[in-house]
Antibody, heavy 123, light 107 residues
Framework: EVQLVQSGAEVKKPGESLRISCKGS????????IGWVRQMPGKGLEWMGI????????RYSPSFEGLVTISADKSISTAYLQWNSLKASDTAMYYC????????????????WGQGTMVTVSS | DFQMTQSPSTLSASVGDRVTITCRAS??????LAWYQQKAGKAPKLLIY???TLDSGVPSRFSGSGSGTEFTLTISSLQPDDFATYYC?????????FGGGTKVEIK
């Protein structure tokens, strides 16, 4: 079964660092882009950025560039989303999602989603 | 900035109704548009890609159409399982944009 499994919910204080993870299984992890999407409480979906685990090529939304770091470790089929200094406004659900296969009609869609990681930042 | 504008933001409908949601792109995107369904507390689920192709397992009451800047998602006969929020999404030059979402509520 193709799936993405994310790490568990986190509760952190402002200023703390955090890395959440997204582990792929059931497919060739290095051949598909993995994106990260933020959903603040009661709000819509916001694209944060994307990484290609095969060569670690990474692209960011201008809204999130410099605020987070996206990376991948292909040896363990895992993508990461990292903050160096959290703010209360980072409180949200974060999803990873697999982009469709290169050269396929699904290439510009996200066909597999993780279950989400809830991050709560509060003093 | 590239924008995707969805309408309406909320829609009240009854079981059996035909429902249409519209998504407009601020510039032409060909047919590279996807639709997702998100139920409360769950991750989004891909329904349609390339504007009109149903993903595997998606009921045939869902359909998508459009190209260029105007797209629609239609549910031909609304079922109880369809009450959810729907999002459109485009992918343009390594930049992804989601529409603001349409919540389909029970009338």
């Amino acid at each position: 079964e193709v799936q993405l499994v994310q790490s568990g919910a986190e509760v952190k204080k402002p200023g703390e660092s955090l890395r959440i993870s997204c582990k792929g299984s059931g497919y060739r992890f290095t051949s598909y882009w993995i994106g990260w999407v933020r959903q603040m409480p009661g709000k819509g979906l916001e694209w944060m950025g994307i990484v290609y685990p095969g060569d670690s090529d990474t692209r960011y939304s201008p809204s999130f560039e410099g605020l987070v770091t996206i990376s991948a470790d292909k040896s363990i089929s895992t993508a990461y989303l990292q903050w160096n200094s959290l703010k209360a406004s980072d409180t949200a659900m974060y999803y990873c999602a697999r982009r469709g296969g290169v050269g396929t009609p699904k290439y510009d869609a996200f066909d597999i989603w993780g279950q989400g990681t809830m991050v709560t930042v509060s003093s | 900035d590239f924008q995707m504008t969805q309408s309406p933001s909320t829609l009240s409908a009854s079981v059996g109704d035909r429902v249409t949601i519209t998504c407009r792109a601020s510039q032409s995107i060909g047919s590279w548009l996807a639709w997702y369904q998100q139920k409360a507390g769950k991750a989004p689920k891909l329904l349609i890609y390339k504007a009109s192709t149903l993903d595997s397992g998606v009921p045939s009451r869902f359909s998508g159409s459009g190209s260029g800047t105007e797209f629609t998602l239609t549910i031909s006969s609304l079922q109880p399982d369809d009450f959810a929020t729907y999002y459109c999404q485009q992918y343009n030059s390594y930049s992804v944009t989601f529409g603001g979402g349409t919540k389909v509520e029970i009338k």
